[in-house]
């Protein structure tokens, strides 16, 4: 959390939070005011007109902005990638491993340029539909069975 002065823990962590998800009522939940959603969102408006609180909004926001770098990036879809794995969400986990790996130059998307002729795109159609109809063998030939 950015320093803040003048400001509750509740204050603090509201910025934090507020900066973070910017939803009013979910930052004060998130930061320990008590309620329900209309009596968070209350408090939410409350604390978004002390000056104080939205000088602490504006330290966290310019600290999020600081801390946004090609490492930090790396490191978040790293830890999405775990999370969702372990969540049994193989899809969002091996995209983020395929960002990883565009990060670290694996792997580069290639583009076509010039001028493509219609033999060049009869081509192309042709090799797609062998391809499609190549049988494919999802066994699993690990060896830990």
Not at 71 to 89: C, M, T
Request: charged share 30%; glycine share 10%.
């Amino acid at each position: 959390m950015a320093k803040a002065k003048g400001l509750t823990l509740k204050q603090k962590r509201f910025a934090a939070e507020y900066a973070h998800h910017g939803n009013g009522a979910k930052a004060a939940k998130l930061a320990g005011y008590k309620g329900n959603g209309n009596a968070l969102g209350v408090m939410a408006h409350e604390n978004l007109r002390k000056p104080n609180v939205a000088s602490a909004i504006d330290g966290e926001l310019r600290q999020i902005e600081r801390d946004f770098s090609p490492a930090r990036v790396r490191r978040r879809l790293d830890q999405i990638s775990h999370n969702a794995e372990r969540d049994g969400q193989y899809g969002p986990a091996v995209r983020c491993e395929e960002l990883i790996g565009k990060a670290a130059g694996m792997w580069i998307d290639l583009q076509l340029s010039g001028v493509l002729s219609g033999e060049h795109i009869a081509a192309l159609i042709g090799t797609a539909r062998k391809r499609q109809a190549e049988p494919v063998d999802n066994r699993d030939t690990s060896d830990d069975d």
